[in-house]
């Protein structure tokens, strides 16, 4: 019998999405005979998100809702995804398609080969404004000054197995950077190229202001540096 995989999508602001995301990703498990189950977190949001999930969990099998009375972040809904999850491992990632799902497939390959942490790094940065690069480019090379590990190309999309998940919940850290901190439990890893792609519908949801404290608190809580 093969093992469960759980998705865990964190969800702003993405009633365009919902619908299609669930389709394309459920659809290519269903193709390579991978049992699944879809979780998606509503962080709060100001459009119909919810009951986008809630229609789909009519629609199809395999779907899991979490909701989020006010928009805490992608990080919060992250960890509350995770808990959630009954998979024997659990992928993250964004909702909007701009991970590739056909690297889902990769990770969990790589997973069924022993690998406990599987985590996707960007071979290219796809679209992305001026400042917005000149931003993420300034943030990596404090967070590398810092902690001495690479970043630059890391992402939140990832999987982990379920000891590896259990590992991440216990950690006392709320404030949690999720894409160093899967580096830092220390498990059997590896890494999986993946183009990141164009965002179909809907809009970033990062302002500037909210990249700021993003960067802010994730140097903070990971580094003593500062
Ligand atoms: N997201 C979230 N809470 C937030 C902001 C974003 O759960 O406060 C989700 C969003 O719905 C998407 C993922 O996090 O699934 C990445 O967000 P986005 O696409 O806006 O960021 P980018 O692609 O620019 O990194
Ligand atoms: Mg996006």
Not at 33 to 60: A, C, M
Not at 116 to 125: D, L, T, Y
Not at 158 to 182: G, I
Request: glycine share 6%; aromatic share 10%; hydrophobic share 40%.
């Amino acid at each position: 019998m093969d093992k469960m995989l759980s998705v865990v999508l964190p969800a702003y602001n993405e009633e365009q999405m919902i619908k299609k995301t669930s389709q394309v990703v459920g659809d290519l498990l269903e193709k390579e005979q991978i049992p699944y189950e879809l979780v998606f977190v509503n962080d709060g949001s100001k459009d119909h998100t919810w009951e986008k999930i809630l229609e789909l969990k009519e629609e199809r099998a395999h779907i899991k809702g979490v909701c989020f009375s006010r928009n805490f972040g992608k990080e919060g809904a992250v960890f509350a995804g995770i808990a959630q999850a009954e998979g024997d491992c659990i992928a993250v990632m964004d909702c909007d398609l701009q991970h590739p799902p056909e690297t889902l497939i990769k990770m969990y390959r790589l997973w069924e080969d022993g690998y406990q942490v599987i985590e996707g790094v960007k071979a290219s940065r796809g679209r992305e404004s001026f400042i917005h690069k000149m931003f993420a480019k300034t943030f990596y090379s404090i967070i590398s000054d810092a902690t001495g590990i690479d970043m630059s190309r890391a992402s939140d999309f990832k999987l982990m197995d379920r000891q590896a998940a259990e590992e991440f919940l216990k950690l006392p850290e709320r404030n949690v950077f999720f894409r160093a901190l899967s580096s830092w439990v220390g498990f059997k890893t590896t890494d999986v190229e993946c183009d990141v792609q164009e965002r179909e519908a809907g809009e970033s949801e990062w302002s500037f202001k909210s990249l700021v404290q993003y960067a802010v608190n994730s140097i903070t809580s990971f580094s003593a540096a500062p």
